[in-house]
């Protein structure tokens, strides 16, 4: 069984940091495209980062450029999105996603057939 799971999300001051981790099973995370998306309140999907498995190219949006950052730790099958000087309108639920599409500049990871259940990130004013 495929399956991946968030963590990492919690309430955070506007202004602080909080490190997201994505950890898979019944899939090897660093042979396939891999990406973060957001749902905000009120507000449409937001792709905030893709890697895109083809070429090794990496995509972040416009909002979260210079802020957040990607890393993995290949031994432990898992990804990470480091979140740095979140304001309010960083709230959300993030997920994680596997086996998608990536495409720049965008982003976005189109096809997904792996997400994850999504962890929280509620960041107060």
């Known amino acids: 069984q495929t399956r991946l799971v968030e963590s990492g999300g919690g309430l955070v001051q506007s202004g602080g940091s909080l490190r997201l981790s994505c950890a898979a099973s019944?899939?090897?995370?660093?042979?396939?495209?891999v990406a973060w998306v957001r749902r905000a309140p009120g507000k449409e999907r937001e792709w905030l980062f893709c890697?895109?498995?083809?070429?090794?190219?990496?995509?972040?949006?416009?909002?979260?450029k210079d802020r957040f950052a990607f890393s993995r730790d290949n031994a432990n099958n898992t990804i990470f999105l480091p979140m740095n000087t979140l304001p309010p309108d960083d709230t959300g639920v993030s997920y994680c996603a596997a086996q998608c599409s990536c495409?720049?500049?965008?982003?976005?990871?189109?096809?997904?057939?792996?997400w994850g259940q999504g962890t929280q990130v509620p960041v107060s004013s």
């Open positions: 019944g899939i090897t995370l660093n042979k396939y495209s």
């Open positions: 890697y895109g498995i083809g070429d090794g190219s990496t995509y972040y949006a416009d909002s979260v």
């Open positions: 495409l720049g500049p965008g982003p976005v990871c189109t096809a997904v057939p792996y």
